[in-house]
């Protein structure tokens, strides 16, 4: 528990300080900063050390069972949890989990994902151009709910495919 504590604390220094050094009169752009590009690149750091810490928690809670399945064949261990009861699933579901392969997405949800994220630019850019030309007109609200349309769209076939 302490340990969690103490590295959340060092996630949050680091998305500050990239959040201080981007943002501030410290980079690029003639000493302006990158505005809210620095604060996206400081959640960006943020997350890869939270995903950092939870990959290492994950290691650590599981190195037990590995060290237990190492001492032994993976056939023993499994004559022996064949006597207890579920134990032989326990085991099967934790050698599928530390396969690293099946954490990768497969390569349906990467296509959608990707098609998703030029449909969605696309719209983007279509909609600023059209809430452009409406609002100048006192309309807008329709090229609005397109880009929402459209979003919610996508999102629906996304997780249809996931």
Known sequence: ????????????????????ITMGRHVYDEGEGWGSKGLILGNCVNMVMRIGFSVNFLYRYFNREIEELSKSSKEDYYSKAGERSGERERVE???????????IPSI?????????????RSSEKR????MADEVSKGGGLRALGEHFGIGAIVGISCLGVV
């Open 1 to 20: 528990m302490k340990w969690g504590s103490w590295w959340m604390g060092v996630c949050t220094l680091g998305f500050a300080t990239t959040v201080w």
């Open 93 to 103: 579901e934790i050698w599928t989990n530390l396969n690293w392969s099946s954490w």
């Open 108 to 120: 349906y949800t990467i296509v959608a994902f990707v098609v998703a994220a030029r449909i969605c």
């Open 127 to 130: 909609w600023a151009f059209t």
